[in-house]
C-alpha cells in the first residue's frame, strides 16, 4: 500500500459353548462339591445353561451314597476377532485384552434325591485390556462347571480399546466381534510434530548498493518452484522479482517489472498456478490512490524466460495474486471504491467478469484450492473495521454472499512507527479445509499494543474461532505484518515482524490446532536491525513447499531495507 488508507494491506466371537454339567440325581444325601474357580475368561462369552433338573431320586432305604457328577468344565469361549485397524491412526498396537477371570462354577448339588441341578454358575468377568487403536481380543470363556451344578457361563465383557501412543491419530474401536461387543475406541496418543528449524538466513535482492527493499510477497508451486517480488529502490523504483526451482536452496538473479510511467511502481503480488506457471504482478500507480494499473509478466519455463508486461486491469492500489489449480488459471483482486477480484484461466490474457468487494482500502488474500473452495478475506474498515470474506466452492465460477467474520478487527497503528495497517494474510491447506486468517491488532484480550491474531476454521470457511493470539511474549512490544499459510496436515505456520527486543526481527510459531494454542515462538531472523523506521514493508511472506516452510521479510540488518529469505526443512512434513 501506498497511503496511509491504503491496504496492506474407528471373534469372532463364537459364543462360548458352555457345556452344562447335568447334576446326576442319586438318592441319598450326597455330599457337597464346592465349584472351583473357573479359568479366566474374558470377552464376549454367551451366557451358560443352566443345569437341567436332576430326575427324582427314589425314596427308599438307605441308598448308596451318591456319586457326585462332574460338571463338564465349559468351553472356552473364543477369541474375539481383532477389531478392525483403527483408520487412520498410526499408534502403536496396545497389549492384548488379558482375559476375563473365569465363571466361577456352581455350587454342587447335593446328591439328595431327586436333587436340582445346581444353580448356574455366576459369569465370567470379560477381559480388560484392549489392543491401541484396535478393538480388544476376547478373552476365553473357560469357566469350568460346578460339580453337580451347571457350567458357569462364559464371561462375557469385550475387552476395551487400550490407550494408542504415538499415534498421530486416535485409533478407532474395533468393529463389533461376532459375539463379543464393540471394542471401546482407543484414545489416541500425542501427535507428532516435526522439530522446525530455520535454516541461514540468505538476501534475495542481488544488488550491492544500499538502496531500500520492502513489500515482499511470497508464493509456492509443485515441484520446488517458488517465487518472491518486492518494492526495489536501489535505482528507479520497479517491483523486482527471484525464484528458485528447488525449494529455496538457491535463488535466482532478479528480474523486474520496469517503471514506464515515472510514477510510484509497487505493491508486488505473485502466484504460481497448478502447472508452474508463475505469475509477477506489480501496481503502477498513475495518480496514486485514484487511478493506476496492475501490470503482469507470467513465465511457463520456471523463469527461464518471461513474457513480455502488459497492463492487465485498472486499480488504484494493491493488486493481489492467487494461482489457480489449473493450468493457465489465476486470480487477481485490487483495492477501490469498489474493490474487485476477477479471474483468468489463460494466463492472464483475458479475464472473466469482476466481482465487487465493496469499498475496500486494504488488501485482500486470495487462496484457491484442490476441491474448488477459494477464500478471500480482507478488511473492510471503508465501514465497520470488520473482517469481511468472500468463498467460491466452484473455482471462482460462482461466489456466495459475504459475510463479516469478526464484527471489529480492532486498533491498527496507522501513525506509528513502523506503520501498521490491517494487511489480512491468509492461508489453507491444499484441500482448502483448513483456512487460517492472520492480522495484526490492539485487541481485548491481548497486550495493548499490536499483537498478531488468527481465525481458524477446519470445515471449508463453514465456521470458524473468535480471534487467536499467536505472540507469546510477556513484554510490553509491537508484534505485526504477519502471514499464515497451512500445509498437507492442516499445520499453522504464523510469521510476523516482532519488536519484542526493541529490533527488527521476524518470528515464527505452529499450531497443530490452534484452538489449542501454539508452540513457543521460535526467531526466524539469525541477524537483526533497526526497527526504527516508519515502514517496514506492511506485510511479508511465509509459505510451504512440499514438507518445508518458506518465509521472506524485509530485513534491516544490512541497510535501510533488504529481502531476506529462510526456510524450516521437514517442518511442514510427517
Ligand atoms: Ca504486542
Ligand atoms: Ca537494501
Not at 465383557?157 to 486416535?170: E, P
Not at 497492463?311 to 492467487?322: E, F, L, R
Not at 510477556?474 to 499445520?491: L, P
Request: glycine share 22%; hydrophobic share 30%; with cysteine.
Amino acid at each position: 500500500m501506498r497511503t496511509g488508507v491504503s491496504m496492506r494491506k474407528g471373534a469372532k466371537f463364537r459364543f462360548a459353548f458352555v457345556l452344562a454339567a447335568v447334576g446326576s440325581a442319586w438318592s441319598c444325601a450326597g455330599t457337597t462339591d464346592e465349584g472351583s474357580p473357573g479359568a479366566g475368561g474374558s470377552n464376549g462369552g454367551a451366557t451358560g445353561a443352566a443345569g437341567t433338573s436332576g430326575a427324582s431320586g427314589n425314596a427308599g432305604t438307605t441308598g448308596a451314597a451318591g456319586n457326585v457328577a462332574t460338571g463338564t468344565a465349559g468351553n472356552s469361549g473364543m477369541t474375539g476377532g481383532a477389531g478392525t485397524t483403527g483408520i487412520g491412526g498410526t499408534g502403536t498396537a496396545g497389549t492384548t485384552g488379558n482375559g476375563g477371570s473365569g465363571a466361577n462354577g456352581g455350587s454342587g448339588a447335593n446328591g439328595g434325591s431327586g436333587a436340582n441341578g445346581g444353580t448356574t454358575g455366576s459369569a465370567g468377568i470379560g477381559g480388560t485390556t484392549g489392543a491401541a487403536g484396535r478393538g480388544g481380543t476376547g478373552g476365553a470363556a473357560a469357566g469350568a462347571g460346578g460339580r453337580g451344578g451347571s457350567a458357569g457361563s462364559a464371561g462375557s465383557t469385550a475387552g476395551a480399546g487400550g490407550t494408542g501412543t504415538g499415534g498421530s491419530a486416535a485409533g478407532r474401536g474395533g468393529t463389533t466381534g461376532t459375539a463379543g461387543t464393540t471394542g471401546i475406541a482407543g484414545t489416541g496418543g500425542a501427535a507428532t510434530t516435526p522439530p522446525v528449524t530455520w535454516s541461514t538466513n540468505i538476501r534475495l535482492n542481488d544488488d550491492t548498493g544500499s538502496g531500500n527493499q520492502s513489500e515482499v510477497a511470497l508464493a509456492t508451486g509443485p515441484n520446488g518452484l517458488a517465487i518472491a517480488g518486492w518494492m526495489d529502490e536501489r535505482s528507479t523504483r520497479v517491483c523486482g522479482f527471484s525464484f528458485t526451482t528447488n525449494g529455496g536452496q538457491t535463488w535466482s538473479k532478479n528480474v523486474s517489472i520496469p517503471n514506464v510511467s515515472g510514477m510510484f511502481v509497487g505493491d508486488p503480488a505473485v502466484a504460481i498456478d497448478g502447472a508452474g506457471t508463475m505469475y509477477a504482478i506489480c501496481q503502477e500507480y498513475l495518480d496514486v490512490g485514484n487511478t493506476g494499473n496492475i501490470r503482469m509478466m507470467t513465465s511457463t519455463d520456471k523463469g527461464v524466460t518471461w513474457s513480455a508486461v502488459r497492463t492487465i486491469g485498472s486499480a488504484p492500489d494493491k493488486p493481489w495474486g492467487g494461482g489457480g489449480i489449473a493450468e493457465g488459471t489465476v486470480f487477481v483482486s485490487w483495492l477501490g471504491n469498489p474493490g474487485g477480484i476477477k479471474r483468468s484461466t489463460d494466463r492472464g490474457m483475458t479475464w472473466g467478469p469482476t466481482k465487487s468487494l465493496g469499498n475496500i482500502i486494504h488488501g485482500t488474500a486470495i487462496n484457491v484450492s484442490t476441491t474448488g473452495l477459494v477464500h478471500v478475506p480482507y478488511n473492510l474498515d471503508s465501514q465497520n473495521n470488520q473482517l469481511r470474506y468472500l468463498r467460491s466452492k466452484d473455482n471462482g465460477d460462482t461466489w456466495e454472499a459475504t459475510r463479516d467474520l469478526v464484527a471489529n478487527m480492532g486498533t491498527f497503528c496507522f501513525s506509528c512507527s513502523p506503520r501498521q495497517h490491517p494487511i489480512v494474510g491468509q492461508g489453507t491447506d491444499p484441500t482448502g479445509r483448513v483456512v487460517a486468517i492472520t492480522w495484526a491488532s490492539r485487541m481485548t484480550g491481548g497486550q495493548n499494543d499490536d499483537d498478531v491474531w488468527l481465525l481458524y476454521s477446519s470445515n471449508g470457511g463453514d465456521t470458524w474461532t473468535q480471534p487467536i493470539r499467536v505472540n507469546d511474549n510477556t513484554n510490553a512490544s509491537r508484534q505485526f505484518e504477519s502471514w499464515v499459510a497451512v500445509d498437507n496436515y492442516g499445520r499453522v505456520h504464523v510469521a510476523w515482524t516482532d519488536l519484542r527486543n526493541g529490533m527488527n526481527e521476524t518470528w515464527y510459531a505452529r499450531s497443530v490446532d490452534p484452538t489449542k494454542g501454539f508452540e513457543k515462538n521460535i526467531q526466524i531472523t539469525d541477524g537483526r536491525g533497526s526497527a526504527s523506521a516508519s515502514f517496514l514493508g506492511d506485510y511479508k511472506g511465509i509459505a510451504v513447499s512440499g514438507n518445508d516452510v518458506l518465509a521472506v521479510w524485509m530485513d534491516t540488518r544490512r541497510d535501510s531495507g533488504d529481502i531476506y529469505f529462510s526456510r524450516a526443512v521437514g517442518a511442514a512434513g510427517p
